[in-house]
């Protein structure tokens, strides 16, 4: 089973909501577990699930289906929200104010009471399945006037303020994932804290356990930790020479540049 590490009542509130038919709103920053949190759930309510990377591009068609030209003619393919629908299961739509507002006021009948969701080209008004459940989430930190969720769409959903975990938590998370000893997941941890303290300073976004995972992997695979922490860490995070090498300082002052 995915293997998530709770940091609250996260997985008590879900399942409270997926018993009641709501929609499920998460919030919160890059790499901090949203995505396999939902997986988690997904797995531990026995349900399948249906990820969505949702983007500009995105259309309605993309999510409900469209039809298609075979050997014998056209024929109807549902989408992944209307496969969903009609088994089920959990829907996740993954940073979903990328999305066109064109597709998503597809979601609001499936995010009230009336659980249903019209598919105008096959003249289907399909009913949820008993275990359907949309799930979507985004990140805050990327919100802009013109990308923001409307307030007629958030209201619909319960929602949950995901966050990085505590220190304690992380590490545990960490040597979990990447197999490394309690050592490292602490140094790598405590790094990320002297990051994070950064981020409204010189980065757009904070150091995520998504990002101390890949390091720990590379760590563990040999690679000198100095080198790990530049290409698993520091680089993705700022493009900016100046900003790397900053970055990179604090690296030092933790692991040292004997490796260098």
């Known amino acids: 089973m995915t293997f998530y590490q709770p ?21 919160g920053p890059t790499g901090c577990g949203k995505t396999r949190f939902v997986r988690y759930m997904a797995e531990k309510l026995g349900r399948p699930v249906h990820t969505v990377a949702c983007h ?7 999510l409900v ?10 024929y109807w393919q549902d989408g992944p ?6 088994e089920g299961g959990i829907c996740y739509l993954d940073e979903v104010v990328e999305a066109r507002k064109d597709t998503t006021v597809v979601l609001h009948p499936l995010a009230d009471d009336r659980r249903e969701l019209p598919i105008e080209r096959t003249g289907e008004l399909l009913q949820a399945a008993p275990g ?12 802009s006037l013109l990308k923001g969720m409307k ?17 304690e938590t992380e590490q545990v998370i960490v040597q979990q994932e990447a197999g490394c000893d ?11 804290a002297s990051l994070r303290k950064l981020k409204d300073h010189d980065l757009e976004e904070a150091a995520s356990t998504r990002l101390l995972i890949h390091t720990a992997y590379l760590i ?30 604090v690296v030092y002052a933790l692991f040292g540049q004997s490796e260098e």
């Open 7 to 27: 940091v609250g009542n996260e997985v008590e509130l879900f399942s409270a909501a997926a018993d009641n038919g709501l929609p499920v709103l998460i919030k």
């Open 182 to 192: 309690s050592d490292l997941a602490k140094q790598l941890v405590s790094l990320a």
């Open 132 to 143: 359907f459940m949309l799930v979507v989430s985004y990140n805050p930190g990327y919100q």
């Open 220 to 249: 563990r695979s040999g690679v000198p930790a100095i080198e790990a922490c530049r290409a698993g860490l520091i680089e993705p995070l700022s493009d900016d020479a100046v900003t790397v090498n900053a970055l990179m300082e």
């Open 56 to 62: 500009d591009d995105l259309t309605a068609s993309d």
């Open 151 to 167: 307030p007629s769409t958030r209201q619909r959903f319960v929602s949950m303020s995901f966050d990085y975990p505590k220190p």
């Open 65 to 74: 289906g469209r039809h298609l030209i075979g050997p014998d003619g056209t």
């Open 81 to 86: 929200l209307t496969r969903a629908v009609r």
